[in-house]
């Protein structure tokens, strides 16, 4: 298993500025995933960060909007810039388990967007 | 294109049984999975399915048609704890990049 962790827990920010979220894993993994949940929704994935390449994004997330850094095989950090209210969600890292095993969440931060 | 469906909520009674459907299609398969996530909290593993067949875990089991693209999770005995959100999800070939259905809210009441 893996335990992860993610900072903040929470944040309240103003419209136009940037939040930096950062993921830690107690082990190395080489895949790290973000992903976004709106109020009432599921889970939808923002990008794939890959140690040591650029991170893959999903249709509708870009690296402008999202950029990802991944300087080592235990971390990873989310940017969202320049955020509206409409940013407003629990944004959340994960790793994959191995094959057949469930995938690890962090709890999440839990961005408001004044 | 890739899709997964469940009912949006879903409302049972304290010491019933509920089955949550979930049905799928996607581009590769290599494994299902069903989450449970209280509000305001990460999603948390139920059960994993990659055969066919029945998957008990306690209270909870989850059943898997491939050829059917089809999963239910059923849920025995309930409490009120079981409250929540519970999530299906589809895990693709060679990237473990994992598909995420709406979710089930689902309502126990006494």
């Known amino acids: 298993s893996a335990v992860i962790s993610q900072k903040p827990s929470r944040d309240i920010c103003q419209r136009g500025t940037s939040l930096t979220i950062q993921c830690q894993v107690d082990s190395q993994v080489t895949m790290m995933f973000w992903y976004r949940q709106q109020p009432g929704q599921s889970l939808t994935l923002i990008a794939t960060a890959n140690q040591g390449s650029e991170a893959t994004y999903e249709s509708g997330f870009v690296i402008d909007k999202f950029p990802i850094s991944r300087p080592n095989l235990t971390f990873s950090t989310l940017t969202v810039s320049n955020m509206s209210p409409e940013d407003s969600s629990i944004y959340l890292c994960s790793v994959p388990g191995g094959e057949g095993e469930t995938q690890y969440f962090g709890p999440g931060t839990r961005l408001l967007v004044l | 294109g890739q899709n997964i469906d469940q009912p949006t909520e879903m409302t049972a009674t304290e010491g019933a049984i509920v089955q949550i459907n979930c049905t799928y299609q996607t581009s590769g398969f290599n494994g299902l999975f069903w989450y449970q996530q209280h509000a305001g909290e990460a999603p948390t593993f139920l059960s994993y399915n990659v055969l066919d067949g029945l998957e008990e875990k306690g209270r909870f089991s989850s059943f898997l048609s491939r050829s059917k693209g089809y999963s239910y999770l059923l849920l025995k005995e309930l409490q009120m704890k079981d409250s929540a959100s519970y999530l299906c999800?589809?895990?693709?070939?060679?990237?473990?990049?994992?598909?995420f259905g709406a979710g089930t809210r689902l309502f126990v009441k006494a």
């Open positions: 999800a589809v895990i693709n070939t060679g990237g473990f990049k994992t598909i």
